[in-house]
């Protein structure tokens, strides 16, 4: 008896194997150590389970999560049973099955005795109870490994589009990267260039598609759009500007390629009488960040704008007269740009 308890350590080595992939051929104690959780194991009772002929007997176990669970009983010799597993509840999740001794779930131990197994590929966690019915008389071990599901999250990219401005970046980034080396590609390397570490440029108007990659696995794509470098909201039309009112709208804001910043403005008139001239005129340009990029001062202008009537003034604010003197992203201004100043009228 004694013996057959001994023997039963190298059962629950091999339902270890069994769970992690090893060939039986090659067991090594340490093999079966990764993540493998013994959830059963009767040799711990102080005397050996011993069945009586059309009895059943029964032992409870306890999965802590959702894994694969290998479970063996083990015999003196390959012999018939019955066996079924419920939950605490008492719902039957497995069984209840007859074995004989000449099912292909019998191996042999290394010892020469016999240990029948049963595998769950997907059990999930909770209590369960085992119950076994043998047609002879004898002593028995169940012996139980369990796998838990390794809950990896793959990697991902956080965006599947980005849109930049030309002549500035952004960045692709994976999510769950786990510190797992990847590359990047641009399908467009004219309009967007992309480095080892994620960061893309805009370089031309146009579009590209960066494929990031795990080695030879795709972990993601994503669309990235490049815009020109300008800010533009839709021109104010005539019939929506207030009435009583000579109103200014700065519906556009670009850099020339001497690095003077252009502003485009329109005049609406819906005073009642012609606007002869406009004074202490001014246009605030701000960058993303809210700091201000530079301002177009104009003391005096003949402008004769009639009632009803609308013009545009480019307003130019030379890069020498810019309080920032690097190029902004204009397109992503944190604010519109501002214009204010009075007018003189006529009747």
């Known amino acids: 008896m004694k013996s057959f308890m001994k023997k039963a350590t190298a059962a629950l080595l091999m339902l270890a194997l069994c769970l992690t992939g090893i060939p039986f051929q090659n067991q090594k104690a340490e093999a079966a150590e990764s993540s493998v959780v013994t959830v059963i194991d009767t040799r711990t009772e102080s005397t050996t389970p011993t069945a009586t002929a059309g009895q059943p007997v029964s032992r409870t176990f306890t999965l802590p999560s959702n894994g694969q669970l290998s479970l063996g009983v083990m015999t003196a010799a390959w012999c018939n049973f019955t066996y079924q597993i419920a939950r605490s509840n008492g719902t039957v999740v497995f069984g209840p099955k007859n074995v004989t001794a000449t099912d292909t779930s019998w191996r042999l131990t290394q010892a020469g005795e016999g240990i029948y197994y049963i595998d769950i590929a997907n059990a999930t966690s909770g209590t369960y109870k085992i119950s076994l019915t043998f047609a002879e008389s004898q ?5 139980g490994a369990f796998l838990p599901v390794q809950n990896t999250v793959k990697p991902s990219l956080d965006t599947k589009s980005i849109i930049v401005t030309k002549g500035f970046k952004d960045k692709v980034n994976v999510l769950n990267a786990g510190g ?7 399908s467009n390397t004219k309009a967007v260039s992309v480095d080892a570490r994620g960061t893309v440029t805009g370089k031309k108007k146009g579009t590209s598609t960066v494929t990031v990659k795990n080695g030879n696995t795709v972990v993601g794509t994503c669309k990235v759009t490049v815009k020109d470098n300008v800010y533009k909201v839709g021109k104010l039309s ?27 403005v329109r005049i609406i008139n819906r005073f009642g009488r012609v606007a002869k ?32 009537k609308a013009k ?31 007018f003189l009228w006529s009747r």
């Open 139 to 143: 002593p028995f071990h169940v012996l």
């Open 180 to 186: 797992a080396k990847f590359t990047y590609v641009s």
């Open 238 to 264: 005539i019939s929506k500007a207030p009435r009583g009112q000579v109103t200014s709208n700065t519906y556009q804001v670009s850099y020339d390629k001497k690095g003077n910043l252009i502003a485009k």
């Open 277 to 308: 001239k406009l004074k202490s005129f001014k246009v605030t340009v701000w960058n993303e960040k809210g700091k201000k990029i530079g301002t177009y001062s104009l003391k005096k202008k003949t402008i004769n704008l009639k009632n009803g």
């Open 312 to 342: 545009t003034l480019t307003c130019k604010i030379k890069k020498s007269k810019l309080k920032i003197k690097k190029v902004q992203d204009l397109r992503n201004m944190s604010r519109s740009p501002q214009s204010s100043g009075s």
